[in-house]
Structures are given as structure tokens and as C-alpha cells.
């Protein structure tokens, strides 16, 4: 048994996504969401200052007292994952590898569609993910720079966003694939307009569930979960505006977010010179 | 060919979760939603009164030149689907039965739960069509009058609906259901506060993709589909204030609801009458 939280980040309030699938898989754990408001989007940045910046947060976060953090953002992810697991003692889950599994599973034709960040799109980890599980599949991935600043901006029903995904939708619609993964863990925040954008014919794989199995069967073989009896809670931290983390999560996710704290970009810093 | 629309109604805004479906598997029809927002909630109605409001706007879409009407609302297919099919001349969908069947397919243990309206929980239609697919399964039927006032109200993130929630939910989880049908179009709505409250070991079940496809269907074997290439429109009417069923619609499937126009509950009883 062990009290401590599991410590969740991403570049805003996409991560929430995932929070909400570990929320419905370990509702007697305690999290710490840490959303980087202040610096997102990470998608335009440079792999090597995603990096520094995902490893100033992890310090953070392990420095706080969580027992295992958890990589929330595909963009971190794809540039940081194994920096961080080589930086950390606590253990460190990141998203991606499933959601390559998930779609080499779901599809007929072999022709699969991302749609993600730039850094994710440049990592191409996608793409050897993918042809390590299958040589013959085609992948075909779309950066998307328009979308996480929507996104954060609220813009759920804004005929802008509609038109920007038609138009990163196109050339997967032209390729002809029948399964698209959604590379970024804002973009399941727009659900309904992605279903309604690629219609009933085209899988769309998000794998937040599959993530949030991982961190549960992680804690529970290293014997590190909470007593399961017990009710968790979650803590909300932020680099930009606690009210606008606290908005979109109440608008996309329905999860009302009662403490949503400022955390300032030195206090990161610190910790990772620590 | 057939270029009418497709007629969908509804108690209020909760229609709109299958008017989504239909978009995903129809984008090339045109549609025309109404919701009774002026006479919202039907579920604590009798259902001499639901099936009267149900002839009347069916006969109003009827007379506005549809070519299929769905009832895109638990209460009134419940109190009213044959009456709206014997009167009618065009043919009438409804929802219910598709999630009767889902749920006999998804439980493991026979033990079914059933959130819906009082309407719907009354008439007993859920546990006929169950026991009547599996005369052994165990049908637990939850009534939840303050679950569409608080959805139609906006209430998404407000901690009364997960307090609400987790108090219909609490009768489901002592009796052991490991699957539950979301008996009400409202409900999927607020589909992430039913899944943190259920968790990841109960199948919830809402089977408008399945109403959808059953649209699709009767399109398509009466050859009354439009044509599949072109972009369909929609529309919207209420009987209530526009702009609550427009920030519903944005604020719940990020629709963006751009013609929404009031007609008067005298119109409609006068289709009626007619």
C-alpha cells in the first residue's frame, strides 16, 4: 500500500483526457495533474526544449512525492520519454506505443492515418512503432498545427476548427485509410467533430483507456497501489491561468476541477537543477 | 433519390446525441431537429400526454414535407412509438429496442441495470424487450427524474450531477449489474460523469450509432436516400428559447448550431389537428 499520488503532465489541458481514463480505472488512487498553460503548444517546439521542459516537470512532480509519472502528451513523449526514465527513480509511463498497437489491430487495409503535432510527426515514431508491429502497413501522418491552439482556446464548436480538421483530414480521406490515430491527447477533447468529419467507415484509435491500464498494472505489480476501498482526489496545477485549465476541463470533460493551483516556470526550474 | 430531409425530435436537446450519430453515418442527407424545449422534461409525464405532444410534432414534420420521422427520445418511444406509426404515412424510427438487445449481448453475469426517465422506467418496455431476448436475465430498472433538468440546465461539471449520479448508481452497483443501458437520449451527454461513476468494470450501453444505421437502412431499402456525394445540411426548431438549445448543442457535441428557429406549440397542435 502506498499513500503517495501518481503525478500526471501535459502542455495544457489535453492530458485531462487520460486523467479521465485513470479517474474510471483507479478511482482509489490520489493524482497531481500538472498542465505546462504557460509554455503549450509543445507541438511547434524543438525536441530538445520539449525535453528539458518534460524533465523540469518530472523533477518537479517527483520531487512533490508522486510515485509514478505518467507522460500524458505525445509530444513529450516522442521526445522525452527515455530521457526521463533515465533521469528519474520513479517510474515513468508515456503514451504513443499503445495507440500504434491499437491501430495495426483495427485495420483491414493496412493503410493507417496519424494526425498529431509537428514535434510527434518529426519524431517519426509513429510511423517505426507502426512498421515494427506490421512491414507491410502504409502510414500516413499529418501534422497539425492548428488544432491544440484551438483547442485550448475553447473552440469545441467553432465553424474554424470544423474547417481546419476537413483540411488535415483530406490527404488521409485521399490515401484511403480506414484507421486514423489521434497522435495528441487534445484531440479527443473534439471527438464529435473528428467522428463526424471522418464518418462511420474510418476507425479513429485514441488509446487513453489502454494508458491508463498500464499505470494500474504497474502500481499493482510493483505494490505500490492505495487501498482500494478508499476514494481518491485530484490536485490541478498550472504554469498559465488556473481558470482556463479549470473551464476546459469542466467544458470538455465534465470534471469539475476544485483546485487548480498556480505553479510558477522557476519552481521548475529549480527542481530539475535540484 | 429523394431529397427530403429526415425528420428528428425529441423532449429537448438530448436528441441531438443521436442526431450526431446520424451525421457520422449519414453526412449526405439533410435533417430537421426538434426539440420540445418549451414543454422539457416528457420523463414525468403520463403517457396519454407524452404520446399527444408525440403526434403533434411528428405531425408537424410530417406536414413539413419529411421523409422519415426518428423519435430520438426514450419517454415519447416508450409511451408512443405505435400510436405515431399507425397514424402516420411516413415511416417512423424509434430508439429502445437496439439497447434492449446491446445490453443481452454485452452482460457476462445476466444482470442488467437501466438509468431512464419515470416515463420510461413505467411502462416497463425495457424489462419486456430484455426478458424477452433472455427470459433468465435480472433486469434492475432506476428511475432518475433529476437527471434531464440538470443536463438541460448545463450542468455538466456541476458537482449536484455527479452527486445525482452517483445516487442512481448506488441501487445498480449494490445489486451486482455489470452492464447498464443509458435508457434516455440526455444521458450520453454527460457519458464522462456516468463513466467515472461506474467505472471500468461495467458496460454502458447506448445504441444511437445502432438507431443511425437502422435509418440508414430503411433509406436505403425504400430507395428514398439522397444522393451520396453531396454535403447535407442541417436545421433546427424549438419550442423553447433557441439559444438554450444552441449552447447545449455547442456546449455538449460542439455542433455548431448556426439555424435555429422557435416554432409555437399553437403550430404544432394545429398539424395535429389537421
Known amino acids: 500500500m502506498d ?20 479517474l474510471v480505472t483507479m478511482p482509489h488512487e490520489d493524482f497531481v495533474y500538472l498542465g505546462d ?18 524533465l523540469e516537470i518530472a523533477s518537479y512532480l517527483e520531487t512533490a512525492g508522486v510515485k509514478l509519472i505518467l ?43 496519424l494526425l498529431a503535432t509537428e514535434a510527434t510527426v518529426c519524431s517519426g515514431r509513429y510511423t ?17 498545427p492548428g488544432l491544440v491552439p484551438l483547442i485550448e482556446a475553447g473552440a469545441g464548436a467553432d465553424p474554424r476548427l470544423a474547417d481546419a480538421v476537413r483540411g488535415y483530414a483530406a490527404p ?27 464518418g462511420r467507415d474510418v476507425t479513429l484509435v485514441f488509446s487513453a483507456g489502454e494508458t491508463a491500464r498500464e499505470v494500474a498494472e504497474t502500481l499493482a505489480r510493483k505494490g505500490i497501489e492505495n487501498d482500494p476501498d478508499r476514494e481518491g482526489s485530484c490536485r490541478f496545477l498550472t504554469t498559465g491561468e488556473p481558470e482556463e485549465l479549470r473551464a476546459l476541463g469542466e467544458r470538455f470533460l465534465q470534471l469539475p476541477l476544485e483546485r487548480v493551483a ?8 529549480r527542481a530539475a537543477a535540484a
Chains 1, 2 share one sequence.
Do not use: M, W
Open 128 to 144: 517505426s512503432a507502426i512498421r515494427a508491429l506490421d512491414a507491410g502497413a502504409h502510414v500516413h501522418e499529418v501534422a497539425c
Open 71 to 113: 507522460a500524458a502528451c505525445n509530444s513529450a513523449t516522442a521526445a522525452a520519454l527515455p530521457a526521463l526514465q533515465e533521469r528519474l527513480s520513479v517510474p515513468v509511463v508515456g503514451v504513443l506505443a499503445p495507440e500504434a498497437r491499437a491501430a495495426v489491430q483495427a485495420t483491414r487495409n493496412r493503410r493507417i492515418g
Open 37 to 54: 498553460g504557460e509554455r503549450c503548444p509543445y507541438g511547434p517546439r524543438p525536441a530538445g526544449e520539449i525535453r528539458r521542459f518534460a
Open 262 to 269: 498556480r505553479v510558477a516556470l522557476t519552481e521548475l526550474a
Open 172 to 198: 488521409l480521406k485521399a490515401a484511403g485509410v480506414d484507421t486514423v490515430i489521434l497522435g495528441c491527447t487534445h484531440y479527443p477533447l473534439i471527438r464529435p467533430v473528428l467522428e463526424r468529419v471522418f
Open 3 to 22: 499513500a503517495r499520488p501518481v503525478g500526471v503532465f501535459d502542455s495544457g489541458a489535453g492530458g485531462l483526457t487520460v486523467l479521465h481514463e485513470c
